[in-house]
């Protein structure tokens, strides 16, 4: 699986946009990117993935960059309930595929 | 109506004990996992099982050891448990399809305390 480069931390505005990016420069063809995050003592949650077509779901936006190396994930207005590590994940989708987390962005959203 | 459960969700034990963690899942998956998560966060994966194959991470003691009686259970066991086991042990499931790929639904995690 690809390496990825997230920042350790971020603050945000309780209400504003959370943009967390994430840099995976050796991303190949087959490989998605996946969001999870992990809200403390709590087991990890999945949020979204892609390809290469930016994608939206009911908890965020994900946008890939033409290149694919690197991606931004948009919580378009952050809860104090949003503060957690998000982690982003290159990986093929394989079956069984082990996904390997790295240290992720901690995400402190402030009143 | 649980997706991922596991249990004990909190475990204290001295060194040397054998130790069984279970987990069940009832969303029909094909394939399950246990992470470790240790004291600095890092979430490491250690097992995979789908369809009968188990993928095991070679980093992983062999003291580890996985048992699944059928597809909605993967119980850990954990022989001669050290100090440097205490973590928190995370089960997860995925279905995988092609419009999901590996998405993965994780339990709440059981805090493993060695003393």
């Known amino acids: 699986d690809a390496k990825t480069t997230q920042p350790p931390s971020m603050d945000c505005a309780e209400g504003r946009a959370a943009n967390l990016p994430c840099n995976h420069s050796?991303?190949?063809?087959?490989?998605?990117v996946y969001w999870y995050r992990q809200i403390h003592s709590q087991g990890p949650q999945y949020i979204i993935h892609?390809?290469?077509n930016n994608e939206t779901n009911e908890m965020a936006s994900l946008i890939i960059t033409e290149d694919r190396k690197s991606s931004t994930l948009i919580l378009p207005h952050a809860t104090l309930r949003d503060t957690a590590v998000y982690y982003c994940?290159?990986?093929?989708?394989?079956?069984?595929?082990?996904?390997?987390f790295g240290g992720g962005t901690r995400l402190m959203v402030k009143p | 109506d649980t997706a991922v459960s596991q249990t004990p969700k909190y475990l204290v034990t001295q060194m040397g004990n054998d130790k069984s963690i279970k987990c069940e899942q009832n969303?029909?998956?094909?394939?399950m996992y246990w992470y470790k998560q240790d004291s600095k966060k890092f979430l490491k994966i250690m097992f995979s099982?789908?369809?009968?194959?188990?993928?095991i991470n070679e980093t992983v003691p062999n003291r580890f050891s996985p048992k699944s009686p059928d597809k909605a259970h993967l119980n850990l066991h954990i022989n001669s448990l050290e100090l440097g086991d205490s973590a928190v042990y995370f089960c997860?499931?995925?279905?995988?399809?092609?419009?999901?790929?590996?998405?993965?639904?994780f339990g709440e995690g059981s805090w493993l305390t060695v003393v």
């Open positions: 997860a499931s995925s279905p995988y399809t092609r419009s999901s790929g590996n998405t993965i639904y």
């Open positions: 050796t991303i190949s063809g087959n490989e998605y």
């Open positions: 892609g390809l290469k």
């Open positions: 994940i290159v990986t093929s989708n394989n079956a069984g595929n082990m996904l390997t």
């Open positions: 969303l029909g998956h094909d394939t």
């Open positions: 099982y789908n369809n009968k194959e188990l993928i």
